[in-house]
């Protein structure tokens, strides 16, 4: 727990000290906070009243840090905060520009449910969209208008109804929300869920839309990539989003334009896309770069790229190093390394059952064994109930395979 005081940035409002308190979903001490307050994503910030009262909440991060000094320095003064809303609810329960923020906050919070009833009744109350806005993206648009596309999202993601969104671009033709809500489509429906013939249509008129979109394309893209097919549709629509997106490379297009060259057999034109997603990926890239070399034959350049100097470089981050071993555990290769990143992960997060399931794994791959049954163990006295099963999995192998071990040995 840390406490700070007055800080010139949050405003002179700020005449007594305030309290900061920092918990993490690994640490089991953290756990009744997290469900007290049903936090379900991190990093969440949550400003409460000395009574433990939620004042309002912030989901996500994302930079400048000045744009989140704003929205807590709002916050602390009561503008548009939950509480704040609540209140004007009370007194107004008609008011179009409560019911929409209102509606964001409880979407914010993944309760869905209840943001739908409000956004209902904005679209109820405001069918024309004249009682107000909000800026998307620089852009005005009615409250009414983006409680619909709201709606529509939650209706795709839900799978309760993909036709909403589909009216919501046809309704809202030149909205600023619209290319959002294509790629909402691409990924939720039109990527895994629809016949190859309904996504052809569907990423044809996408690209249509938005030719110069590397966005849109490389949607395309990936659809392909999930086929195998059309591969010289593919490429074509792969090299256009990568000189599309040539003044700010995008990795992401690049390793799928990797990805189209290893599925044309092209190792070369494949390693080279890859070479460059590697200059400019994030963390979150690496494995996927990796996963390109690897299939082309150079396992060299995968452990240069996502090999032992990444443990190195991420020996404090509990979930980096639970993705890298997964990753060569899958794999069956550099399992040393593997094992030594499972080792930190579990000392970083020992009260998640499944760090010490995955150790198991390792050691069962590497046959030792016993150390994959105390893991194993481990694992099972961690888990909740509906993760026992899951763990039992791993123990019934690991004795299997002493079993025939012992067999062989003593024959």
């Given at each position: 727990m840390e406490q700070f005081y007055e800080n010139p940035k949050f405003g002179s409002f700020l005449s007594k000290s305030f309290v900061l308190y920092r918990v993490f979903i690994q640490d089991p001490a953290g756990e009744p906070t997290f469900n007290r307050y049903?936090?379900?994503?991190?990093?969440t910030?949550?400003?409460?009243?000395?009574?433990?009262?939620?004042?309002?909440?912030?989901?996500?991060?994302?930079?400048?840090?000045?744009?989140?000094?704003?929205?807590?320095?709002?916050?602390?003064?009561?503008?548009?905060?939950?509480?704040?809303?609540?209140?004007r609810y009370v007194r107004d329960p008609d008011n179009v520009e409560v019911l929409f923020k209102l509606g964001q906050k409880q979407d914010q919070r993944f309760r869905s449910k209840t943001a739908a009833e409000l956004y209902g009744r904005v679209l109820a109350l405001d069918p024309g969209g004249t009682k107000g806005a909000t800026v998307f993206q620089n852009e005005k648009v009615s409250y009414a208008q983006y409680a619909r596309f709201n709606l529509g999202y939650h209706a795709l993601a839900e799978k309760t109804d993909v036709l909403q969104l589909k009216a919501f671009v046809k309704a809202y033709p030149d909205s600023a929300i619209v290319k959002e809500a294509y790629e909402l489509m691409s990924t939720d429906l039109y990527l895994n869920?629809?016949?190859?013939?309904?996504?052809?249509?569907?990423?044809?008129?996408y690209a249509g839309r938005f030719p110069s979109d590397p966005a849109a394309l490389n949607s395309w893209v990936r659809r392909i990539l999930r086929d195998k097919a059309p591969i010289a549709k593919g490429i074509e629509l792969a090299e256009k989003a990568a000189a599309l997106s040539r003044a700010k490379p995008d990795p992401e297009i690049l390793i799928n334009l990797a990805g189209i060259y290893l599925l044309k057999g092209d190792k070369s034109k494949a390693i080279s896309a890859a070479e460059d997603a590697a200059k400019i990926a994030e963390d979150r890239w690496l494995s996927k770069i990796a996963g390109v070399f690897l299939e082309a034959g150079r396992?060299?350049?995968?452990?240069?790229?996502y090999g032992p100097?990444?443990?190195?470089?991420?020996?404090?981050?509990?979930?980096?190093?639970?993705?890298?071993?997964?990753?060569?555990?899958?794999?069956?290769?550099?399992?040393?390394?593997?094992?030594d990143a499972a080792k930190r992960a579990v000392e970083l997060m020992p009260g998640n059952f499944m760090v010490w399931n995955w150790m198991s794994r390792i050691y069962l791959k590497r046959m030792n064994y016993p150390e994959a049954l105390k893991a194993a163990e481990k694992a099972l006295a961690a888990a909740p109930q509906d993760g026992k099963a899951l763990v039992q999995v791993t123990l019934d192998e690991i004795k299997s395979k002493m079993e025939k071990d012992k067999r062989r040995r003593d024959s």
């Open positions: 049903a936090v379900k994503s991190t990093p910030v949550m400003v409460l009243d000395p009574d433990g009262a939620e004042i309002d909440w912030f989901v996500g991060y994302g930079p400048p840090p000045e744009k989140f000094l704003d929205k807590l320095d709002k916050a602390l003064r009561g503008v548009d905060t939950f509480k704040n809303l609540s209140a869920n629809a016949s190859g013939a309904e996504a052809e249509a569907f990423f044809q008129e396992e060299d350049r995968a452990l240069a790229v100097d990444y443990v190195r470089k991420n020996y404090k981050k509990g979930l980096g190093l639970t993705r890298y071993m997964n990753f060569w555990m899958n794999r069956d290769t550099n399992l040393e390394s593997a094992l």
